[in-house]
């Protein structure tokens, strides 16, 4: 019976580190795409910006150009 017993206890400890060792690799992964996910938050950000810059750029070329009814 104890020899059963230091068996399972056996078992439940390599289970146990195994599952251990698992969660933190787990944990790193998600760590690492917690990282990435901040790194695409900041790229759309920035295109973001670029998007407004350019739209703004455009804007104010459209209103400099002289329409074409005035040129009539």
């Known amino acids: 019976m104890e020899k059963i017993i230091d068996k399972r206890i056996k078992e439940l400890t390599t289970e146990f580190d195994?599952?251990?060792k698992r969660m933190?690799?787990?944990k790193e992964e998600?760590?690492?795409i917690s990282i990435r996910n901040i790194e695409i938050i900041s790229a759309v950000k920035e295109l973001n910006m670029?998007?407004?810059a350019n739209k703004e750029?455009?804007?104010k070329a459209n209103k400099d150009k002289p329409s074409?009814?005035?040129k009539k």
């Open 30 to 32: 998600s760590n690492k």
């Open 68 to 70: 074409k009814a005035s």
């Open 57 to 59: 750029k455009l804007s």
């Open 18 to 20: 195994f599952l251990k």
């Open 24 to 26: 933190e690799e787990l």
């Open 50 to 52: 670029l998007i407004k």
